[in-house]
């Protein structure tokens, strides 16, 4: 019996512990995410929160949880905090942000009205409520609960952030910039200002000037997730992948669960080589968030046709639907299938990206297609595809020498010469186009341009053995027979 009893009061003892120590937890988790950390707060109070029914620590969990990027999991932890507080403002702001992002208008609408009927003069809210119509095209919509918002608080800064906002969506760039320039009149060092001073010169290409503001911006604040996103995604479509890369990286450790940012950063680390951590990544989103199947397998993909793995490239290419594939995502589907020797089917892919391709510029695919029918000895078919690919502007040196070649091998002499002289005056450094150049002076019976050529190939390449060969020939045999 006094075994049980101990027993009895051990279990008791574990659990009032375990209850404060939850209790700690919570707290210091609350602390945390007021302060901005909101990584620390999830991590400190994921395993007391599934106990907890209070509203304060589930809507800053819920909160946390939305800022990182875990939209559904915060949609249920503020849904949680509800339950306890019906009248919880902040919660149903949350939540209408959530639902606005998620573009489910209809619930984001319910709960900015719940809100809003509560506490009709909540500034936070109508700024959120602005973003709800602003981001469907309501800018007047937008404007009027600004405006409303203004009269309430006349000396915000971040309402005239808002008001920028919406103008900037409707495409009103020199009224947007006045509100953000009035905002940081009432406050410096407002790295929201700076945001949006930025996406307007992003829009209108204005590029130094837009990284200059997002810098700044992320000056100002060293958290700033969405500065992070937008700057990477200028630095990556102007080309440069290394300070993307970075930009991509910090976006992704502030808001881990964002498909989109780890995809991106995925992207780019495929940009800088990086193959096998560009794979781990993607590999998690799609474990994550299945519903992005369609990048993250043409991704994939790509990265896996460079590291060589031909079948592991197809099988994921073949789970993308080939309506969600632009030309040159097929184009790189034909090539990759040729290079298992699937030749049929790769003709397949190619003619597909070339109807696919609006814009009547195929001159790549015509290209790449030709390399192909060329490897596969199809020399005629080769110079078809290398011909077209110059018609349509292909002034690059590759498609004159393969056009030589390919000409050559099908016996048109002439052609070889003219195409292959062509590529000289494109690339003057490059000996095969001097020895191809040589062999077909030499089927034309023109001996003696034959010779210079042969040599002029080992002024280039000094042990090429045809070169040397030709020149013996031609030195000893003048006649050539």
């Known amino acids: ?10 279990i008791l003892i574990c659990l009032v512990s375990f209850k404060i120590s939850a209790q700690d937890k919570i707290k210091e988790g609350i602390i945390a995410i007021k302060g901005g950390d909101y990584l620390k707060g999830i991590s400190v109070m994921k395993d007391a929160i599934t106990q907890n029914e209070d509203y304060e620590p589930n809507m800053l969990y819920g909160l946390a949880l939305y800022k990182t990027g875990s939209l559904d999991n915060a949609e249920k ?10 009248e919880g403002v902040e919660a149903m702001k949350y939540l209408g942000e959530i639902y606005t992002k998620k573009k489910d208008y209809s619930n984001a ?9 509560i506490e009709p003069e909540n500034v936070s809210v109508m700024i959120s409520q602005a973003e709800f119509f602003y981001l469907q095209g309501k800018i007047e919509d937008a404007v009027k609960v600004l405006t409303l918002a203004k009269s309430l608080k006349k000396d915000d800064p971040n309402i005239l952030v808002a008001l920028g906002n919406a103008y900037a969506s409707g495409g009103a760039f020199p009224a947007a910039m006045t509100q953000y320039k009035n905002a940081l009149s009432l406050n410096k060092n407002l790295p929201k200002a700076y945001f949006g001073i930025a996406e307007c010169y992003n829009v209108m290409k204005n590029y130094d000037t837009a990284k200059i503001n997002y810098k700044k911006a992320i000056e100002l604040d060293q958290n700033y997730a969405d500065a992070y996103l937008s700057y990477g995604k200028l630095l990556f479509y102007n080309g440069e992948f290394p300070a993307a890369s970075y930009a991509f990286k910090k976006y992704t450790e502030l808001v881990p669960g964002s498909s989109e940012g780890n995809v991106l950063y995925a992207k780019t680390l495929y ?13 998690e989103v799609l474990k994550l968030d299945p519903k992005q199947n369609v990048t993250v397998y043409k991704y994939l993909a790509f990265n896996y046709v460079e590291k060589k793995e031909y079948t592991k490239a197809i ?16 184009l790189k589907y034909a090539i990759t299938i040729s290079k298992i020797k699937d030749f049929e089917n790769a003709y397949k892919m190619f003619n597909k ?9 195929d001159m790549d695919a015509y290209f790449e297609l ?32 393969y056009a030589g070649m390919a000409a050559y091998y099908s016996n048109k002499f002439e052609d070889a010469v003219k195409n292959l002289t062509k590529s000289i005056e494109v690339k003057s450094d490059f000996a095969l186009s001097y020895l191809w150049l040589a062999n077909s002076y030499y089927k034309l019976g023109n001996k003696e341009l034959a010779l210079v050529n042969y040599k002029k190939t080992l002024e280039y390449d000094p042990e090429n053995t045809d070169a040397k ?13």
């Open 109 to 117: 609408d319910k709960y900015f009205k719940k809100a809003l009927k």
């Open 353 to 361: 990206s070339i109807n696919k391709d609006t814009s009547d510029n």
């Open 271 to 283: 940009k800088l080589n990086k193959y096998d951590e560009s794979i781990t990544i993607l590999e």
């Open 370 to 401: 030709g390399v192909v029918q060329f490897t596969n000895n199809e020399y005629e078919n080769s110079l078809m595809s290398f011909n077209k690919s110059i018609q349509l502007g292909n002034a690059n040196f590759p498609v004159f020498l």
């Open 315 to 330: 099988e994921c290419f073949q789970k993308v639907n080939e309506n969600e594939m632009d030309a040159d995502d097929l």
């Open 469 to 481: 060969n030709g020149v013996k020939l031609l030195e000893n045999k003048p006649d050539g027979k």
């Open 1 to 10: 019996m006094k075994n049980a009893m101990k027993y009895i009061v051990f």
């Open 77 to 86: 932890f503020l849904l949680k905090a509800l339950k306890d507080d019906d």
